[in-house]
T-cell receptor, first 113, second 114 residues
Framework: DQQVKQNSPSLSVQEGRISILNCDYT??????FLWYKKYPAEGPTFLIS?????DKNEDGRFTVFLNKSAKHLSLHIVPSQPGDSAVYFC????????????FGTGTQLKVEL | DTGVSQDPRHKITKRGQNVTFRCDPI?????LYWYRQTLGQGPEFLTY????????KSRLLSDRFSAERPKGSFSTLEIQRTEQGDSAMYLC????????????FGEGSWLTVV
């Protein structure tokens, strides 16, 4: 039962362009969403989060959009840089769930020169 | 470095042996989590502690796995009688209690069972 889904296993983008990574969830009780970036052989690094009471959160080059009615969120990276090449995980949690995260399967982003 | 620290980073063990991983969370964080990640998958929740109390265990955590956080600071995850299917990255994370608070991960401990 995959409650958080990232249907694109990989994405390739040119340097300077926008990267859009998508995530869908099925559990309507999720109320906090996070994006993590992961390099091989390292732990996930927190990027940005959004509460379910908001529809957008921005931090520098990273913006997360939340569409609750569609149970969909997306991460926009503008402009994309070669150092952004990594696996990106979407994660969700619910109030009262002890901050326990449910992760998607990840999207491998490759930013090409 | 004040992040989440895990030790060892890599462990190769023979099937049937016991292994133990240690995690030191961010010092003021009272919640500590263990996750497991296999190739091509996202991290999967195993268990979490609030201070020294283990509040939840996933059904993924078989009886060969045991986790402790005796003084509410560092934690250990022991796997007894390892099997090849235990080969994975074991991730520790920590956070404050506040709902929705960000969870910070360590660099992980790679386990290879041969």
């Amino acid at each position: 039962d995959q409650q958080v889904k990232q249907n694109s296993p990989s994405l390739s983008v040119q340097e300077g362009r926008i990267s859009i990574l998508n995530c869908d969830y099925t559990n309507s009780m999720f109320d906090y969403f996070l994006w993590y970036k992961k390099y091989p052989a390292e732990g996930p690094t927190f990027l940005i989060s959004i509460s379910s009471i908001k529809d957008k959160n921005e931090d520098g080059r990273f913006t997360v959009f939340l569409n609750k009615s569609a149970k969909h969120l997306s991460l926009h990276i503008v402009p994309s840089q070669p150092g952004d090449s990594a696996v990106y995980f979407c994660a969700a949690t619910l109030t009262g769930g002890g901050n326990k995260l449910t992760f998607g399967t990840g999207t491998q982003l490759k930013v090409e020169l | 470095d004040t992040g989440v620290s895990q030790d060892p980073r890599h462990k190769i063990t023979k099937r049937g042996q016991n292994v133990t991983f240690r995690c030191d969370p961010i010092s003021e964080h009272n919640r500590l989590y263990w996750y497991r990640q296999t190739l091509g998958q996202g991290p999967e929740f195993l268990t979490y502690f609030q201070n020294e109390a283990q509040l939840e265990k996933s059904r993924l955590l078989s009886d060969r796995f045991s986790a402790e956080r005796p003084k509410g600071s560092f934690s250990t995850l022991e796997i007894q009688r390892t099997e090849q299917g235990d080969s994975a990255m074991y991730l520790c994370a920590s956070s404050l209690t506040v709902s929705g608070n960000t969870i910070y991960f360590g660099e992980g401990s790679w386990l290879t069972v041969v």
